[in-house]
């Protein structure tokens, strides 16, 4: 783990849309932000880690892990490139409880930006118009990735709200196919996939060779696709 050496495009994030050229790295470095690549799977964020930070995954994608009581992992969903993560501890601060880790994957880059610098950001000194701008433009953005991430959220209580593994793995590609653009959904292993679906790995196993007996459902390397998709929307 450490500071990345190569060049990173940070206007390609949506929390920086809008703004000119070379205009994110000064912000970042405005606001004490840093960028960290990591070559391995690691856990870089424990439940209950006081982490003042919003994360942005560059590159690559992080797992956020939702723990219980028993320390057992309940709930595990993947963020891919351009999302943001953090946003619980970040604003909430200490005083809420939170059960939710991050574990980083191979090959990702993260932008770290301090939360509480962000929100001081104009209230302690006179800024420029150009930075005003800036700010402004951030803030905006920042409220329209939080909004999006509610409905996301929104969707996965429907996937849980199933009765059955079937209908859960079924409206999970619905969702997941809207959102890749394409039928052939890339997917996360089966033990990740379970943890997503609240379910048992080999009863997932069974249900998936159940659905691919009777050709509703075709698997491959990392993807599957609902036969029936078309039908969904």
Same mark, same amino acid.
């Given at each position: ?106 090959? +990702?880059?993260?932008?770290?930006? *301090?939360? &509480?610098?962000? @929100? $001081? ?6 800024? !420029? =118009? ?51 653009? +394409?039928?052939?959904?890339?997917? *996360?292993? &089966?033990?990740? @996939? $379970? ?6 790995? !080999? =009863? ?30």
């Amino acid at each position: 783990m450490g500071d990345a050496k190569s060049k990173i495009v940070l206007e390609k994030l949506s929390i920086f849309r809008g703004l000119e050229p070379g205009e994110p790295e000064a912000f970042v470095k405005d606001m004490g932000g840093r960028i960290q690549r990591f070559l391995k799977k690691e856990r870089i964020v424990y439940r209950h880690d006081d982490n003042p930070n919003l994360g942005v995954v560059v590159e690559g994608a992080v797992h956020i892990v939702l723990t219980d009581f028993a320390e057992s992992e309940v709930l595990a969903y993947e963020l891919q490139a351009d999302a943001l993560f953090g946003n619980v501890w970040a604003v909430a601060g200490t005083e809420t409880y939170c059960g939710m880790s991050v574990d980083v994957r191979p090959k +990702t880059v993260l932008l770290w930006l *301090p939360y &509480r610098s962000f @929100l $001081a950001a104009g209230t302690e000194k006179k800024q !420029s =118009a150009r930075a005003e701008r800036v700010y402004g433009i951030v803030r905006r953005n920042l409220l329209t990735i939080l909004s999006r991430m509610m409905f996301v959220m929104i969707q996965k209580i429907e996937v849980l709200s199933q009765y059955t593994l079937r209908g859960r793995l079924r409206l999970y590609l619905f969702h997941q196919a809207k959102a890749q653009g +394409t039928d052939r959904v890339k997917v *996360p292993s &089966r033990v990740e @996939l $379970a943890k997503m679906l609240v379910c048992n790995r !080999s =009863a997932l196993t069974r249900e998936i060779g159940c659905m691919e007996d009777e050709g509703v459902l075709v698997c491959g390397d990392g993807w599957m696709q609902m036969k029936d998709a078309q039908k969904m929307k």
